[in-house]
């Protein structure tokens, strides 16, 4: 799916000058911040902004929920006006714009100039549905039900994800299980974005969301077990009816099969135990 870039706003309404942009999507609990920090680290001349989780489409000075800026300018305070804070970051700074759970249109829109590269972050099926159902547990606001619509809702962005992966077109697809892997990879995706790569390293483990999502505790990548998450929620009630629905969702199942087979053949055999387990005792009782 090849993106269309309409013409661009005036760079003169921006607060800064951006160097290269580019804008990252993302669905939570994919591993971005993990990525997003590598392309930070390698930084032309160590001179970044990063506008995280902004509004789809829109400008992101204005809809940014955090602020990250690194350079060799005078450090100001948190609370400076905004134009001080990116002065910091010098003249034409790498730019990082973040977009979590939301993909790109057809006619996705460059912000600040042609040049605006669009990447896309995902993660295994099991082990990202593992991850995100673990961080929704946390929080006590949600019970039972309205985790289960929440995971739904962000399967079906999950799927347009694939999709967009499928045929990238402009988009530049980065597999965070492949990214953990393989430090070839890495270098690979830096030379792609015609970033600096000399820092190859997983780096340290990101604090944003609260970090990640079962070890919270984990102060270097190497401490994390990211591509077992699926086995450790394995016997885990919600997350085998969650399975289940999944798999009998002929599209969605079909969609994973074609990026991970063997995820679609656990998520089979998974599907089959929650439906043992859903089973009704052998007394017959109905529920009144």
């Known amino acids: 799916m090849a993106l269309v870039t309409p013409p661009v706003a005036a760079a003169t309404a921006l607060p800064f000058e951006p160097g290269p942009v580019l804008r990252v999507y993302g669905m939570r609990r994919s591993g ?12 032309p001349g160590g001179n970044a902004v990063f506008f995280n989780n902004c509004k789809r489409a829109q400008d992101p000075v204005g809809t940014y929920r955090s602020l990250e800026v690194r350079g060799a300018g ?3 305070k948190s609370d400076a006006p905004l134009a001080d804070r990116l002065a910091y970051a010098g003249r034409r ?10 993909m790109p249109g057809a006619k996705a829109t460059a912000i600040w100039h042609e ?4 990447v896309l972050i995902y993660r295994s099926f099991l082990n990202w549905a593992a991850s995100l159902l673990q ?37 530049l697809p980065v597999l965070y299980d492949r990214w953990v892997a ?16 000399g820092d190859l390293s997983l780096g340290s483990v990101q604090r944003y969301g609260g970090g990640s999502s079962f070890q919270s505790e984990a102060r ?17 009630p919600e997350f085998c009816v969650f399975l289940w629905l999944v798999a009998h969702d002929a599209d969605m199942s079909k969609t994973i099969a074609r990026h991970f087979p063997d ?4 998520l089979l055999g998974l599907a089959e135990a929650a439906k043992m387990s859903m089973a009704l005792p052998d007394d017959g009782a109905r529920p009144q």
């Not at 606001?141 to 995971?151: F, L």
């Not at 270097?220 to 885990?236: G, I, K, W």
């Open 32 to 43: 971005n911040h993990a990525i997003l920090d590598a392309f930070l680290r390698n930084a």
């Open 74 to 76: 005078t450090p100001v």
């Open 93 to 102: 700074p790498l730019t990082l714009v973040s977009v979590e759970d939301a």
């Open 115 to 118: 040049n605006e590269r669009p």
């Open 135 to 171: 961080k929704i547990k946390g929080n006590a606001r949600y019970g039972p039900v309205e985790r289960m619509r929440i995971m739904t809702q962000a399967c079906r962005t999950y799927g347009a994800a694939l999709r967009l992966v499928a045929e990238p077109g402009d988009i």
């Open 182 to 197: 393989s430090e070839t990879y890495r270098g690979d995706i830096l030379a792609a974005l015609d970033l600096p790569h």
């Open 220 to 236: 270097v990548p190497e401490d994390l077990d990211s591509d077992r998450r699926a086995s450790a929620l394995a016997n885990d």
């Open 263 to 266: 995820d679609a053949t656990r």
